[in-house]
């Protein structure tokens, strides 16, 4: 069934999306837009009502009394697949931190070339939290047994797992109870294959419960992991100035965009760009040098952690390729749509997947391989400058805004507390007296389906104008930083007046970028240590904070909302809830509900899906005050701090287009060439 084709603005805010769209028009070549435009989803599958896990099926239910063959009801099918999709998530995630673990022991071994343990100090620290012996002991007997402790949780059997002990204790006691504490990383997701098999779990409250425990082995298991070991190895994020957008691209430069999740090889990609070598031999086939830009989130693992700046998040991965100017697209694991293999075939770019898990026929292959991971790189590095001679007709919007990420757990508590008394005592003191109504997670993916960033930039303004510090990670980050929102000057401009009186005091920016998607644990970090911190309950779901992922789209999505539910967190979904079928059925829907009142009795938490962002911002701060109210705080009241109906801002509105610009982000577009 095809829907109406939008217009250029309907389906991207972004105006660097828009002039590639243009191109992509004048050219005749297809992207995910036209795709989404041309295709409807499936009215029953989206609404989750289709089950196909046996051969007697698949089974469409439409109707409050229909069966499958074998009798199951719609809330049993519902709850199976968010289950496996929440498996599939877990799994994803989970297998990314394995490989980590995995990169880890070889480091420690000495058998990985070219990595070494760049942050010693946080090997220390989680050493330590994890009872690794410390004493006596060099950096790489510790790795080594900290490797083998991460390993480990993955295949393990009984009893629980161990990040699961870094939460508040409240927590681990509520999970305890529940029945949910997750045992060992790849056991939960075998538990949850195997419950929605025919003829398992036909409950759906009881599917759903796998489905939690599931969702924490990702959380405080697999994801948690990854983290700390991207930090260990690569560097605990610090602020740094970089840049975001396709202006990134340089047409004088070999480009080369790195593209996924996992940063062992990107890194490393990273070191290649940066050598001599390589640099002379770019300039020997006619090239200025080599530019290194990256898009989801291995553009954030670099990005948080060398600066490395993002030609921009998902839906930009085709665009990119439309420029004509990137000589390779060097693609790891997750988020890769297998387009853009037909798309670069109209381009001189090679598309280069580099994982035994992922290979897109069409494309280059080019394993990787810990042990040789600097040659590869290299290698990799060769080809693309090779390929630059065969590059044709180009066009690079001139378009890229300045950006500051890489604010990580530790970096903002040095920033708030100083260096001699890391704390957050000075975040949960501008919450508790109201000068910050409260906190939101804005993370998540692009969706063609929407209009691109549109969700994410208006949550984020409208969240910042009511005194809501904002973090985020992922995809959504990088849509933040395409508007300015992810410099300091600029976001402040936007920020409510106390949440501008405090950003002023600390020099905290509003809007915080922390990582990759499976940094979602920094916030799940962030979030026990200011409930240790003191003055705001002893447990999350006290906390007056909210997750959003305005344009979800991926399976990972929903594992990291279900992990963040049962750690107590309201989690808001925009577009269209994967459960949502018998509500266009009957008005009413169980497995929704479950997801909504259920979890909330059991966890404090619950997952809910708006199709407007209006309702997304009303419901967060309905939240938001309501846990102020239960605390007993202040009632949020922007007249009691700063001046409200800033002058400056005032000032600004009179403005033209690109004196705006000027005056918010310090220039009116930066180019990249
Ligand atoms: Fe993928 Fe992490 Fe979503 Fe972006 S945000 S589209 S999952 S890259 Ni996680
Ligand atoms: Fe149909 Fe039941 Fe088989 Fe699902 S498991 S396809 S509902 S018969």
Redesign the pocket.
């Known amino acids: 069934m095809a829907k109406d084709k939008r217009s250029i603005e309907e389906r991207t805010m972004d105006p660097a999306a828009q002039e590639m769209l243009q191109r992509a028009e004048l050219l005749g070549l297809s992207t995910a837009f036209d795709r989404a435009d041309g295709m409807a989803p499936c009215p029953i599958g989206s609404a989750g009502m289709c089950c196909r896990n046996c051969g007697m099926g698949p089974c469409r239910l439409t109707k409050a009394d229909d069966r499958g063959v074998c009798g199951a009801t719609i809330s049993t099918i519902q709850a199976r697949a968010m289950a496996r999709a929440i498996a599939a998530g877990t799994a994803a995630h989970s297998d990314h931190g394995r490989d980590m673990a995995l990169t880890l022991k070889a480091v420690a071994m000495g058998e990985a070339q070219g990595y070494e343990i760049k942050d010693e100090a946080k090997l220390l620290k989680v050493a330590h939290i994890y009872g690794v012996d410390t004493n006596e002991r060099t950096a790489k007997e510790i790795a080594n047994d900290l490797a083998d402790l991460f390993i480990a949780q993955f295949g393990q059997q009984k009893g629980r797992l161990a990040p699961t002990y870094r939460a508040p204790k409240k927590r681990q006691e509520i999970w305890e109870r529940v029945g949910v504490m997750p045992r060992g990383v790849d056991r939960e997701v075998v538990d949850v294959m195997h419950r929605t098999h025919i003829g398992d779990d036909q409950d759906a409250g009881n599917i759903l419960k796998g489905a939690v425990r599931c969702a924490l082995a990702d959380g405080w298991g697999g994801s948690m992991i990854a983290t700390d070991i991207s930090d260990i190895l690569f560097g605990t994020p610090m602020p740094n100035l970089t840049q975001v957008n396709l202006g990134v691209l340089k047409n004088d430069e070999v480009n080369i965009v790195v593209h996924g999740?996992e940063p062992t090889l990107s890194q490393m990609i990273v070191v290649a760009c940066q050598d001599p070598e390589m640099i002379e031999y770019a300039k020997s086939k006619g090239a200025k040098g080599i530019t290194l830009s990256g898009i989801?989130?291995t553009a954030n693992e670099v990005m948080v952690r060398q600066g490395i700046p993002a030609a921009g998040?998902?839906l930009h991965q085709e665009l990119a390729i439309l420029t004509g100017a990137v000589e390779a697209m060097v693609v790891d694991v997750?988020?890769i749509m297998q387009a853009v293999v037909d798309l670069a075939s109209n381009f001189h770019t090679e598309i280069i997947t580099t994982s035994p898990k992922v290979m897109i026929t069409g494309a280059t292959h080019i394993e990787f391989d810990e042990h040789r991971a600097l040659d590869i790189a290299k290698e990799i590095v060769r080809r693309a400058i090779d390929n630059y001679p065969n590059r044709g007709e180009t066009q690079i919007p001139n378009i890229a805004h300045d950006v500051v990420p890489g604010f990580s757990h530790e970096y903002i508590n040095y920033m708030l507390g100083g260096s001699y008394r890391g704390s957050f005592r000075p975040l949960n003191d501008a919450i508790m007296s109201g000068r910050i109504r409260g906190a939101a997670a804005v993370?998540?993916?692009?969706n063609p389906r929407t209009t691109q960033d549109l969700f994410h930039y208006q949550i984020v303004k409208e969240l910042l104008a009511n005194d809501v510090l904002v973090v985020q990670?992922?995809?959504?980050a990088i849509a933040s930083g395409k508007y300015g929102m992810l410099l300091g000057e600029a976001a402040l401009e936007l920020a409510g007046p106390g949440l501008r009186e405090v950003c002023e005091a600390t020099g905290m920016p509003p809007v915080l970028h922390m990582g990759?998607?499976v940094d979602n644990t920094r916030i799940l970090t962030v979030l026990t240590q200011v409930v240790e911190e003191g003055g705001l309950g002893d447990d999350i779901s006290e906390l007056p904070a909210v997750g959003l992922a305005p344009e979800w789209?991926?399976e990972?999505?929903l594992a990291i909302a279900t992990y963040v539910v049962a750690s107590g967190g309201y989690v808001i979904f925009g577009g269209s809830s994967p459960v949502s079928g018998m509500e266009k059925v009957e008005g009413s829907n169980a497995v929704e509900r479950l997801m909504i009142e259920g979890w909330e009795e059991m966890f404090g938490g619950k997952l809910a899906f708006f199709e407007s962002y209006e309702k997304m911002l009303e419901e967060t701060l309905a939240h938001i005050d309501k846990k102020r109210a239960a605390l007993g705080l202040p009632a949020y009241d922007p007249s009691r701090f700063g001046k409200s109906g800033d002058w400056r801002m005032n000032e600004i509105e009179k403005l033209s287009e690109k004196e705006r610009k000027t005056a918010l982000y310090g220039h009116p577009a930066t180019a990249g060439d």
């Open positions: 999740h989801c989130c998040n998902f997750q988020c993370v998540g993916c692009n990670t992922g995809c959504g990759s998607c789209m991926s990972k999505a």
